[in-house]
């Protein structure tokens, strides 16, 4: 059997808003082993049975089932198309046709007849209050074949035809540099359309683009008047088309919302909602004119996938009366989104929803920790009937909700909270054998949908939310075996790419709301809002990390010069190749920082050294793929000079790394800064510094990520895995012991005796820790790509099972298909392996410490150093070992 399960069209199921061909994939099912594609054929047309072509390849003789880029093809603009594929395998298979997939165009910058309108003035430029838009058009009679609509906003907005809210999408079209790259969205409309009269509708809010943000509270960051554009593209059986764009035609009026903002939550007034504002025949005659604005249209790029949805919905899983007396709904998961409620009571009674993760150690509400955000919902019944509410343009973070106002009493099943997030296919899994490390991976799976909400935030609850570098450069390679977050990550780093600054500074935080904005913060007063190690080296790490997981060569040319302005700055702000800058963050709250300090002990010169060293590195290799040789002669030179200068400053000619700390040894270790000669003694002084702290960690953001790793890489596996079982403070297993469905922000955010680490900066929802998810599925698991063949069409397999686990599962979604790993100890010596490896790769599997295999399942083993070593080709295979 051979058959073609799936298309991917850019790694997604679905594209809406295609300007250029996708990069498309398929997923191959077969039930033989050593499964190999040899030739494949790919149709597209604009109709479902395929009568009239767009394109057909013909039989082409190749491998490749992923990243496959077909010659430039004419698009039509506001269309759909679907795509097929059969291909022949090495076995004499030939697949049938496979299932479609599908993608709807969008409209290029130039063809948008469409102009930004208004429902404000520079007046509301403080006011963050709700706005509608309307505009009734009749179509003419005939067939329609198709109805596409493309619509953005200068803020937040939610669309509606003929009264029935359009597409799925929140909180859209999120945030960007918006003067730089502003997303709009494209929806198929067909089945909302009605012959004659009809009414498009839009609901605007401030969001992102003019709202109250980050830690300083500054509003109006990129405009003073939010605005929306939209464009109606309806096609005829006989050829003719409609356009409905925004014009001076439409009409304006104020919204229910009297107040929406991202951190202080919503203030609706149901009492003045405009019954059938979005439908035809409404009177508007109270309605104003809108305000034409001259925003860049050129900047309009299509939003294709990736959207904020609502993904989840869970009910209270208590309703519970504190000591102080209040009333407060546990969720029983700390997560993002909003209170989805249904009320009934008397005109003006009010429903005051107060949102927040953890209650102190008296069992009471907790609200320190949000500093300045408000996360409250405030609305105010039309009444009369049950009434159906939940808030428009804003978000929370939080397990619990205080109930301040509700009119009679309220029943948990009265409510429901929505988790929201950008939507993502998820790919990993993973499950042992112990409760614990089960419910961490599931506080990081709930980490990553916490706070990937269009950027990938540091946290999702207080006045910060912010899409910091340094979070999301270690984190990335988890996320990317939890979700497919290629096109997430995409967007976001084109964004760094337009906010570097001209020398080719990276921001703290991307978007980039910092700069010019923080004088009277202690720490980014001055200038100091940009090139942190650590942080601004996403700019390389993350591109070369989704190139490694998805074998994906356009990240890397998208982010080319972006990657190369990062290591050329740090270059020209380097003295003899040792470079520092300004504010540098270090080991951020590391445990072995001084007393009330944030910063750790590793010197900041080694943390900027070793960093300079890896993008280099990785920029190097980077150029070296894509075929410049120039600078990868250029770059690799310089790779082996700052390597020099890094051993030349900081091992003394003994093998003594001058800094004593942990995170100096594992930074050496893992980004292979150690001379050879002296590598053993490194490992040794690790294992001595983590003896020392009683076994236990005292590593912050920067070396964390990268502990086990820095072990089990070194011959200490076992250490590597009583690292991660350690369960007092401070360790993973803390937090998951103390409560925890989510990574916090503090080794010991809540301390033994249920008391608070600081009101300041105590985020119990905040992915950086969760980096060891990637330990779990390339050490524990032993799933890895191969860089010489990313995107594992070469998979790498080389589980290390350790510590009291006696059985774990993962799997991974690649772009191949599913790989399966099961490992399960019998007794102290007896392992039995179980891989699953998806057909048109290959696999290169190492039986860790193997002395001899009971069950080879008809594959030839060799020895190697690390036990024996296979190389298999697609299947499923047992193996039954003797560990050594």
Not at 3 to 29: F, K, M, N
Request: proline share 4%; with cysteine.
């Amino acid at each position: 059997m051979l058959a073609v399960e799936r298309i991917t069209l850019d790694y997604e199921s679905t594209l809406t808003g295609v300007e250029t061909l996708p990069v498309l994939g398929w997923i191959i099912a077969s039930d033989q082993r050593n499964v190999e594609q040899i030739a494949w054929q790919i149709q597209i047309a604009q109709d479902e049975g395929f009568t009239s072509l767009c394109y057909d390849s013909g039989d082409v003789r190749s491998a490749e089932s992923a990243n496959i880029t077909l010659p430039a093809l004419s698009l039509t603009p506001s269309a759909h198309y679907v795509v097929r594929v059969k291909i022949h395998d090495n076995q004499g298979n030939v697949s049938d046709w496979s299932p479609t997939a599908r993608f709807i165009t969008g409209l290029p910058a130039a063809q948008w007849q469409a102009v930004f309108i208004s429902a404000e003035t520079p007046a509301d430029k403080e006011r963050s209050k709700g706005t509608l838009l309307r505009r009734e058009f009749a179509l003419p009679d005939g067939e329609i074949v198709s109805a596409i609509v493309h619509a953005s906003a200068l803020g937040l907005y939610q669309l509606y035809l003929n009264g029935q809210r359009v597409g799925q999408d929140e909180l859209s079209p999120g945030w960007t540099s918006y003067h730089h790259h502003l997303r709009y969205q494209t929806y198929d409309v067909a089945s909302l359309l009605q012959p004659g009269g009809n009414a498009l509708g839009a609901m605007v809010g401030a969001g992102w683009y003019k709202g109250d943000m980050s830690f300083n509270r500054y509003r109006n960051y990129y405009g003073e008047q939010t605005a929306f554009i939209g464009q109606l593209v309806v096609r005829y059986r006989d050829g003719r088309e409609v356009v409905i764009a925004t014009d001076g035609l439409w009409q304006a009026s104020d919204a229910p919302i009297v107040f929406s903002e991202l951190y202080d939550g919503e203030i609706y007034d149901a009492r003045l909602e405009q019954v059938g504002w979005s439908q035809p025949g409404f009177t508007a005659t109270l309605w104003r004119d809108v305000t034409l604005l001259a925003a860049d249209k050129s900047v309009l790029t299509p939003q294709t996938s990736c959207a904020v949805q609502a993904v989840e919905r869970l009910q209270p899983i208590a309703m519970i009366v504190t000591p102080q007396g209040d009333k407060v709904l546990d969720f029983g998961q700390n997560l993002t989104g909003w209170v989805d409620f249904t009320v009934r009571g008397e005109r003006g009674q009010k429903v005051v929803l107060r949102h927040f993760e953890v209650l102190d150690a008296d069992g009471n509400v907790y609200l320190d920790n949000l500093r300045t955000a408000k996360q409250c919902v405030d609305y105010t019944l039309r009444g009369g009937q049950d009434e159906h509410y939940h808030p428009h343009f804003t978000f929370q973070g939080f397990r619990y909700v205080r109930i301040d106002a509700w009119p009679g009493t309220p029943a948990p099943e009265d409510f429901c909270a929505v988790v929201l997030h950008s939507a993502m296919q998820p790919t990993g899994s993973l499950e042992t054998s112990r409760d614990d490390l089960n419910q961490l991976h599931h506080n990081i799976v709930w980490g990553l949908k916490g706070n990937f909400v269009d950027v990938p935030t540091d946290c999702p609850q207080r006045d910060e939310r912010l899409g910091w570098t340094g979070d999301a450069q270690i984190f990335c390679r988890t996320a990317s075996y939890l979700m497919q977050t290629r096109n997430f990550f995409s967007k976001w780093l084109l964004d760094l790419k337009y906010d570097q600054t001209e020398e080719g500074g990276v921001p703290h935080v991307v978007p980039d709301i910092l700069t010019g904005k923080c004088d009277n913060d202690r720490f980014l007063s001055h200038g100091r809002t940009h090139s942190a190690a650590a942080w601004a080296d996403a700019a390389v790490i993350n591109p070369w990390t989704l190139y490694l997981m998805y074998g994906d060569k356009a990240i890397l040319r998208q982010q080319y010069d972006s990657m190369k302005a990062w290591v050329d700055f740090m270059r020209a702000h380097a003295v003899e190749h040792m470079w520092r800058y300004r504010l540098q963050f270090g080991d951020w709250v590391a445990l072995d920082a001084k007393e009330g300090s944030y910063f750790g002990a590793t010197p900041n010169e080694l943390i900027c050294m070793a960093y300079y060293a890896l993008s280099t590195k990785l920029f190097a290799r980077t150029a070296q793929v894509l075929g410049n040789k120039a600078d990868y002669a250029a770059y690799s030179a310089l790779h082996e000079a700052i390597v020099a200068r890094f051993q030349q400053e900081f091992f003394t000619p003994t093998g003594r790394l001058a800094a004593r700390t942990q995170t100096a040894h594992i930074l050496a270790l893992c980004f292979d800064l150690v001379p050879t000669a002296f590598r053993e003694r490194t490992v040794q002084t690790l294992l001595q510094l983590l003896e020392e702290n009683d076994g236990h960690l005292v590593t912050g953001f920067v070396g964390t990520p990268y502990f086990c790793h820095a072990l089990s890489e070194n011959g200490q596996t076992e250490a590597a895995w009583q690292l991660l079982l350690k369960e007092d403070f401070p360790s993973w297993l803390y937090q998951v012991h103390a409560g925890a469905t989510t990574i916090w922000e503090h080794w010991d955010g809540i301390k033994l005796d249920g008391t608070m680490w600081s009101p300041d900066m105590n985020s119990f929802n905040h992915y950086a820790y969760g980096a060891i998810g990637e330990w779990l599925y390339r050490a524990a698991a032993g799933i890895n790509p191969d860089e010489s063949e990313p995107g594992f069409k070469r998979i790498h397999l080389r589980p290390l099972p350790g510590g009291d686990i006696r059985w774990l599962k993962a799997s991974y979604q690649s772009n191949y298909g599913n790989i399966g790993v099961h490992w399960q100890r019998d007794g102290e010596k007896m392992l039995t392996l179980s891989v699953a490896i998806p057909p048109n790769t290959r696999a290169d599997v190492v039986l860790e410490g193997a002395e001899r295999v009971l069950n080879d399942d008809g594959v030839a083993f060799v020895a190697c150093t690390e036990g024996v070593r296979a190389a298999l080709g697609s299947g499923r295979y047992t193996f039954t070992y003797l560990l050594a």
